[in-house]
């Protein structure tokens, strides 16, 4: 795991006298927060001080995911609309495999319905499908 006062991603906005702030500008992190801000504020430090607070990383870091394993995953893509696109296991006992797509972490997921993404047995044939689908229409991997 790395830890953001390493990180060549963090990036301190001076605050003008008030609490400065770390911003992360990994594009890889716009998905993380919903907030207003384009990036994900990473932590807000003491009055007129550029001591970074935090002492490891936020939950929602990239690098922190990638770290855990989640890489095994499989691919996941932006969609032209700027979601993000992967393969998730439906619900119930005899669950399928799907496309789903989301805006960020802390909103829910939806099915991408197509008749090129259609309700799988295994996660590998519900990926292949993703890859050839993303090609087609020239989606970008998404990158831990």
């Not at 994900?40 to 922190?64: G, V």
Request: charge should be positive; include cysteine.
């Amino acid at each position: 795991m790395k830890k953001c006062s390493e990180c060549r991603f963090a990036k301190f906005v001076d605050g003008n006298g008030n609490p400065n702030r770390y911003y992360c500008y990994n594009e890889d992190a716009r998905f993380a927060k919903s907030e207003c801000d384009p990036y994900p504020l990473i932590c807000r430090t003491d009055r007129h001080s550029i001591e970074m607070k935090i002492k490891t990383s936020p939950r929602w870091c990239p690098f922190r995911k990638a770290s855990k394993g989640q890489q095994e995953q499989g691919k996941k893509y932006i969609t032209d609309r700027g979601l993000l696109a992967y393969v998730s296991n439906g619900f119930g006992k005899d669950g399928k495999w799907m496309t789903v797509a989301h805006k960020d972490t802390f909103q829910g997921t939806h099915r991408v319905v197509s008749k090129n993404l259609p309700l799988r047995d295994t996660r590998e044939e519900a990926q292949a499908d993703l890859d050839t689908y993303a090609r087609k229409r020239g989606w970008k991997e998404y990158r831990w």
